[in-house]
């Protein structure tokens, strides 16, 4: 069975860190190109977090995790990370992820292949 799992969410005061995981099951994640973090808050459309494409190399990032955000892949453990620094309540959401083996995208435009299920991140005091 084909499919991502998140972790790594969870309750944080502002200010603090996290780092998400997305473990890839039944695929070799080296073969997708494309990796990219999504959130969704409460009542809120799905937003952009960050992507990144192995065939251009320049990640994105939404404006209001710029500085803050950082995104990553280990091919060798089959694995993306966003690591998440200096929280704030603002980005309180069920983060996703998510990859697509087409190359050469522009930010975190779509399609996209595969979807996590979500791991909720709180940022709270």
């Known amino acids: 069975q084909l499919q991502l799992v998140e972790s790594g969410g969870g309750l944080v005061q502002p200010g603090g860190s996290l780092r998400l995981s997305c473990a890839a099951s039944?695929?070799?994640?080296?073969?997708?190109?494309?990796i990219g973090w999504f959130r969704q808050a409460p009542g809120k459309e799905r937003e952009e977090v960050s992507c990144?494409?192995?065939?251009?190399?320049?990640?994105y990032f939404a404006d209001s995790v710029k500085g803050r955000f950082t995104i990553s892949r280990d091919n060798a453990k089959n694995t993306m990370y966003l690591q998440m620094n200096s929280l704030k309540p603002e980005d309180t959401a069920v983060y996703y992820c998510?990859?697509?083996?087409?190359?050469?995208?522009?930010?975190?435009?779509?399609?996209?292949?595969?979807w996590g299920q979500g791991t909720q991140v709180t940022v709270s005091s």
């Open positions: 039944g695929f070799s994640l080296h073969d997708y190109d494309a």
């Open positions: 998510a990859v697509d083996p087409r190359p050469f995208r522009r930010g975190c435009d779509g399609p996209w292949d595969y």
């Open positions: 990144i494409s192995t065939s251009d190399g320049r990640p």
